[in-house]
């Protein structure tokens, strides 16, 4: 089997969950490594048996096909668009960007460059998260109702003070909406569509050094008549499990992380009861509830395995830069909402 050869740009904590899934894949391989702090990169590339890049230009001009992007977040958009130029495709890692503006330059220039840009959303590969989707696309939850999610998560003072870009606008764009809530922003907006309007609120409750929000809440009205909400936080002790909830006509769904605890529909099918039963079971593609660093890497081997795939037969992603976008939409609209205090429409 073909290997796609893959740098990683930036050697943040993201970085070894990045090396660690590139290991485990079948078909790609971790080749170069590339920081603007040598002596990083030299560390990470000794730990991980990788070559390291001098500098930036000789990352760009080496073999690989494809990058992985763990910078801080407010940088993805100026590594990516060099990378795009270099001919390498993407595996970014979420948000694209901080700002929809950001995220449609890097958009761009992919397109430009025929590059393939994958957004990191490695809760979409769940064996769960795909049960569901296929529930809802087969019309099973009948007309949707309700539409929730919440991420009630704890982080450590220590969490923002100890990088200098956590908790900024400039860098992480955003507070536990944009840095931890994106991925269950991201799970709704795949099972219940798009958003018609949205209105936010945030507040600072625990960590009142930071820029940004600590906790927020967002009420929703989606485009197919439904109502939802989400809801945010790093500052609820002792964290508890990512949490979304489907109601429809017809059925309902809840799942906590990457276990269904909840399956029920007017019109049972035969399998029900054994997703029923199985779905509980997790697969390790936990979220960090309480500590970052005790995410699975199993979410980013599946997406690097995707994305390798596409570049040696085109077949297209599930995760695609334009769905990165729809996230960043999303959030960036709660946050002006919050800010002016209006309702935010969607065209």
């Given at each position: 089997?073909?290997?796609?050869?893959?740098?990683?740009?930036?050697?943040?904590?993201?970085?070894?969950?990045?090396?660690?899934?590139?290991?485990?894949?079948?078909?790609?391989?971790?080749?170069?490594?590339?920081?603007?702090?040598?002596?990083?990169?030299?560390?990470?590339?000794?730990?991980?048996?990788?070559?390291?890049?001098?500098?930036?230009?000789?990352?760009?001009?080496?073999?690989?096909?494809?990058?992985?992007?763990?910078?801080?977040?407010?940088?993805?958009?100026?590594?990516?668009?060099?990378?795009?130029?270099?001919?390498?495709?993407?595996?970014?890692?979420?948000?694209?960007?901080?700002?929809?503006?950001?995220?449609?330059?890097?958009?761009?220039?992919?397109?430009?460059?025929?590059?393939?840009?994958?957004?990191?959303?490695?809760?979409?590969?769940?064996?769960?998260?795909?049960?569901?989707?296929?529930?809802?696309?087969?019309?099973?939850?009948?007309?949707?109702?309700?539409?929730?999610?919440?991420?009630?998560?704890?982080?450590?003072?220590?969490?923002?003070?100890?990088?200098?870009?956590?908790?900024?606008?400039?860098?992480?764009?955003?507070?536990?909406?944009?840095?931890?809530?994106?991925?269950?922003?991201?799970?709704?907006?795949?099972?219940?569509?798009?958003?018609?309007?949205?209105?936010?609120?945030?507040?600072?409750?625990?960590?009142?050094?930071?820029?940004?929000?600590?906790?927020?809440?967002?009420?929703?009205?989606?485009?197919?008549?439904?109502?939802?909400?989400?809801?945010?936080?790093?500052?609820?002790?002792?964290?508890?499990p990512r949490r979304i909830e489907l109601s429809g006509t017809r059925g309902s769904v809840i799942l906590e992380d990457d276990r269904i605890i909840r399956w029920t529909f007017m019109d049972?099918?035969?399998?029900?009861?054994?997703?029923?039963?199985?779905?509980?079971?997790?697969?390790?593609?936990?979220?960090?509830?309480?500590?970052?660093?005790?995410?699975?890497?199993?979410?980013?081997?599946?997406?690097?395995?995707?994305?390798a795939d596409a570049i040696i037969f085109g077949h297209s992603l599930i995760t695609p830069g334009t769905e990165g976008k729809r996230a960043i939409e999303t959030i960036c609209a709660v946050?002006?909402?919050?800010?002016?205090?209006?309702?935010?429409?969607?065209?």
């Open positions: 089997m073909r290997k796609v050869k893959f740098g990683i740009i930036g050697t943040g904590a993201i970085a070894n969950f990045h090396a660690k899934a590139l290991r485990q894949t079948e078909n790609a391989e971790l080749s170069l490594v590339y920081d603007k702090v040598p002596e990083r990169a030299s560390a990470f590339a000794q730990k991980n048996n990788c070559r390291m890049a001098s500098d930036f230009n000789e990352f760009l001009n080496s073999d690989i096909e494809a990058v992985t992007i763990a910078t801080p977040s407010g940088l993805h958009g100026e590594v990516a668009i060099s990378a795009s130029k270099a001919g390498k495709h993407i595996l970014c890692e979420k948000p694209l960007e901080v700002t929809v503006e950001k995220t449609n330059n890097l958009l761009s220039a992919c397109d430009r460059n025929g590059i393939l840009l994958s957004a990191v959303f490695q809760s979409r590969f769940s064996h769960s998260v795909q049960l569901i989707k296929q529930a809802i696309d087969a019309g099973r939850f009948g007309l949707p109702v309700l539409a929730s999610a919440s991420i009630r998560w704890y982080r450590t003072p220590d969490y923002y003070a100890n990088t200098g870009w956590r908790g900024t606008w400039a860098l992480d764009g955003g507070g536990a909406l944009m840095n931890q809530g994106i991925h269950t922003v991201d799970l709704l907006l795949y099972f219940n569509g798009d958003i018609a309007e949205i209105t936010g609120h945030t507040a600072q409750l625990l960590h009142k050094s930071i820029e940004v929000e600590d906790t927020v809440i967002a009420a929703i009205r989606f485009k197919n008549g439904s109502l939802g909400t989400i809801e945010a936080s790093t500052a609820c002790w002792s964290g508890f049972e099918l035969p399998e029900d009861e054994e997703i029923r039963s199985t779905g509980s079971l997790s697969e390790g593609l936990h979220g960090g509830s309480s500590d970052p660093d005790a995410i699975s890497c199993e979410g980013h081997r599946r997406q690097i395995s995707e994305l946050y002006e909402s919050a800010r002016t205090g209006s309702i935010i429409k969607f065209s």
